[in-house]
């Protein structure tokens, strides 16, 4: 079956960087639409980027534009979240989803697959 698994999480400073990875096996990860989903203590799930199946296509959140760059590798069959100028309000647990379409969508209720979630926390 397909199973997502995210790394890259950790505790980092206002302002500083990091890099979420998610790797995808058991099924046809060139034909996914992949996305990148966040959810922070007492809030609700909230759509933060996503990419079409041969990454010419990519959507962002209004709060990240500009600052998170969503890739995929489809050789390898990864995606990566590129995140810059973190803020405390990007702290949640973040989660890879996979969606068979080649469209975008921003609704998690279309995203078949998820990852267990890897934590980024942003201190101020």
Known sequence: ?????????????????????????????????????????????EFVSSITWNGGSTDYTDSVKGRFTISRDNAKNTIDLQMNS????????????????PFHSRSGFVYRYWGRGTQVTVSS
């Open 1 to 45: 079956q397909v199973r997502l698994v995210e790394s890259g999480g950790g505790l980092v400073q206002a302002g500083d960087s990091l890099t979420l990875s998610c790797v995808l096996s058991g099924g046809p990860f060139s034909t996914y639409t992949m996305g990148w989903f966040r959810q922070a203590p007492g809030k609700e799930r």
């Open 86 to 101: 973190l803020k405390p309000e990007d702290t949640a647990t973040y989660y890879c989803a996979a969606r068979a379409s």
